[in-house]
């Protein structure tokens, strides 16, 4: 189905639904005009915008000082030490007033008719949905194309979307674009915004949002999500990484939230997968951790029986 900014109701700009973007800035001042420019396009007319810098270290605080002055009805928020997505995010989350919240980073670019076509699938769907998330267009650091997240094939999108009831879904694999996802406030505050002991949100947010509520794939491009090699090489599986020790503690998470062998099965699928680049990247210690979690989870098979003895004898 395609919404249109015309399913919106025709009602003054306060009769509808606020949406609060939290704009999050650690040093992306080469991107900032772009991305501040493309929220300033929206078409949806009652928006909240809370800009927030993580102690950027580049021009980016004068940028955004400079486009809260432009917008008084912007709010700005300038951390004085970095404190890392989660804990930013939820400084801005507590002080929004929206019923609805977009996670937005500055260096991707919202497209016009974002904010205005996720409002009209979510006034369409039952409260229990809490998530509504799209396509989005893949950019490089000169804004030019590079691909859709979606692959299309033989009529089939790769990876396979899924709206619903997500939450084995999403144990097993990735398949949102993160950039893209418009949050529906109770979410939020039922999970007490983004858990700000680990290093990344999304994996966390999707597994503790989908146990109770429905996520929603709206087949659309709202977003220019922007791709940094540099940044995406720094989230390999290298000795004593904090992206995989936070992946550790999701799975810990998700293992208590499985309520049936369907999902232990998808989570072990996750498990597995993990365990193995643990292995292969020589972090013997988590591998020994996803090792226990695959055992807790009564889904060791031969191989994993395998890699587990020998990240045990290696480690010791």
Known sequence: MTYQ????????????????????????APFLAEALDSIRAQTYPHLEVILVDDASTD??????????????????????ENLGNCRAFNRAFRQGRGAYFIDFATDDVLLPERVARQ?????????????????AELIDEASGYVRHHYRRAGGQLH?????????????????????????????????????EALAYEDFDFWVRAARDFQ????DQVTTRKRLHPASMSRRGYQPNDPFLASTIAVCRKALRLCRTPTERAALAVRLRWELRQAVRWGNLGEARALYALLTAAHAVRPLDWVLGQYAGLRGR
């Open 159 to 195: 990876p396979r979307p899924a709206s619903g009831w997500v939450f084995a879904d999403v144990l097993s694999r990735y398949f949102i674009s993160t950039p893209t996802m418009m949050m529906r406030r109770a979410v939020l505050e039922q999970l007490g915004g983004y858990d």
């Open 5 to 28: 900014p015309a399913d919106l109701p025709a009602s003054p700009a306060e009769a509808l639904p606020l949406v609060t973007i939290v704009a999050l800035c650690y040093n992306h």
């Open 59 to 80: 021009e980016s605080p004068n940028v955004l000082r400079r486009y809260a002055a432009a917008n008084p009805g912007w709010q700005l928020l300038l951390l004085p």
């Open 119 to 135: 409002v009209a699938c979510f006034q369409r769907l039952p409260p229990d949905y809490g998530v509504v998330y799209t396509d």
């Open 215 to 218: 996520f929603y794939f709206l």
